[in-house]
């Protein structure tokens, strides 16, 4: 890390002139690169370090033509081998945003914002862009889609041991290639278009991790945003913001776009992701052992029983359809399902309070618990209107969840928690108690509070006691 901040730091003061006065570490759960912000007085960005120069050309050449013709992606600023700074676009993806959507009433416009410039990437950057510097094929092209199937093959259906034809699930993953390269691919495929790779910065978003990119279809990036395992988008979801993209297609794109073909293929096109997120779970959960990946698994599974549910396609995979039949069945959806609502007599325990006072006491026989500090996230009470408010009055909340990096912390703290209950509850403990802390017990702890039961009841189904300290002395929220 020491070498790494040196030469990150010697690029940011070549770059802008000024002296350092912070570096700090971003941990990122699904990639192999290192990512820091460097702060100055008056600069900001994020040094990047990856020793994959394939990668890295590849992701230099596709910011370089994407930012030139207007697409919302970051600036490479400076480069020097396995180094470079972009500028910073914060702390907030769209994935932090998703779980909040129900409550925020401009989640649909700030849709629309992704979903019209997914289509002008596709299309507009298309051309001319050099895709000679792909590091992993040009084309989404037949061995491009085999190569996921087998992905999903050796990674995630072989470590499961069900019985099956393999000679027939091949010739089923040759039938459903074949089937999908009818699609007009003549696109930018940015390949991993999920919400974690789309940033938003003063209500605008940005995409980020292109570098894996190729000339493809247009549903593959539609599909990998709508059908994310931990997305949670519903049925009705999926097609209202389907009909949304098409919109922004005719009139992007124009008469090449044939709304017909476009869902007529759309169908194999989710099963291909579907598969090929399988893959990556397992890759990443079953032999890295990476939690998270893991703790997605259930979530795929569900993808799959949905779309064998309400599929159909005019070709046959019989073994294939056999396989995944066999995967969401009961016995293999429990190796993975632990992560889901749990029998459990875990009663949690949720403060918010004031840092200001005494920290909250544990009268349970378990002691302890967590203290979170809300503290370093910007004050909304800062501001007059806001004053008079709480955590859960709406423009308090919507405050917190577009213009701080509240939706980051609570997905840590989630992170965090997933991992305490389910061991709290394999070691029969009977409560656990977490405390939200900021200056006044009054807008950040009681949103954070808020939140965290609101996720506990829905993803665990335990029973969960909430109480806001300070504001309930003063009568300000029941």
């Not at 092209?141 to 041991?161: E, S, T, V, W």
């Not at 209202?240 to 992007?252: E, F």
């Not at 965090?416 to 950040?444: A, E, P, S």
Request: charged letters at 20%; a neutral charge; aromatic letters at 16%.
């Amino acid at each position: 890390m020491l070498q790494h901040c040196k030469v990150l730091k010697k690029l940011f003061q070549d770059f802008f002139n000024e002296e350092i006065l912070s570096v700090q570490e971003i941990p990122l759960a699904g990639s192999d690169r290192y990512y820091y912000r460097l702060k100055s007085e008056h600069h900001t960005a994020i040094g990047t370090v990856n020793t994959h120069q394939s990668e890295n050309n590849a992701f230099h050449i596709f910011a370089s033509h994407l930012y030139k013709i207007g697409i919302n992606v970051p600036q490479v600023l400076i480069r020097k081998g396995d180094y470079y700074l972009q500028n910073d676009l914060g702390d907030i993806s769209f994935f932090h945003l998703l779980p909040h959507r129900k409550q925020n009433p401009s989640f649909d416009s700030l849709m629309n914002k992704v979903l019209e410039q997914l289509v002008n990437m596709q299309y507009k950057g298309h051309f001319g862009l050099d895709y000679t510097a792909c590091f992993n094929g040009q084309k989404f092209d037949y061995n491009a889609i085999m190569a996921d199937l087998y992905y999903f093959k050796y990674y995630f259906l072989r470590p499961q041991k069900i019985v099956y034809d393999g000679q027939l699930v091949i010739q089923d993953f040759n039938t459903l290639a074949y089937y999908l390269l009818e699609a007009d691919s003549g696109f930018f495929m940015m390949r991993d278009f999920q919400s974690r790779n789309i940033m938003i910065f003063n209500d605008v978003p940005y995409f980020i991790d292109f570098q894996g990119g190729k000339q493809g279809p247009l549903q593959y990036d539609l599909v990998s945003l709508l059908w994310q395992a931990k997305g949670g988008f519903t049925e009705n979801e999926r097609e209202k913001y389907t009909d949304q993209y098409i919109k922004y297609a005719q009139k992007i794109i124009g008469a090449r776009f044939n709304e017909n073909k476009f869902r007529k293929y759309l169908p194999g096109f989710v099963l291909i992701r579907l598969l090929q997120v399988l893959g990556s779970y397992g890759y990443r959960g079953l032999f890295e052992k990476r939690p998270h990946f893991l703790q997605s698994i259930p979530l795929a599974l569900d993808n799959i029983q949905w779309w064998l549910a309400n599929y159909h396609m005019p070709i046959t995979l019989p073994e294939l359809t056999s396989v995944l039949q066999k995967l969401t069945s009961e016995n293999i959806y429990q190796r993975f399902s632990a992560q889901k609502k749990i029998e459990s007599d875990l009663i949690v325990n949720i403060n918010s309070f004031s840092f200001k006072e005494a920290l909250p006491t544990d009268e349970t026989e378990n002691g302890g618990g967590f203290v979170f500090d809300c503290r370093f996230i910007y004050n909304p009470g800062r501001h007059e209107e806001f004053k008079n408010l709480t955590g859960r009055d709406e423009s308090v909340k919507q405050y917190l969840l577009n213009k701080t990096n509240m939706p980051k912390f609570l997905e840590q703290v989630n992170s965090i928690i997933d991992d305490v209950i389910q061991v709290y509850n394999q070691r029969g403990f009977k409560h656990l108690q977490i405390n939200f802390g900021c200056t006044g017990g009054q807008h950040r702890s009681v949103f954070a509070a808020d939140s965290t039961a609101q996720y506990i009841q829905n993803k665990f189904g335990l029973q969960v006691h909430l109480h806001h300290i300070v504001q309930e002395r003063k009568n300000w929220v029941n």
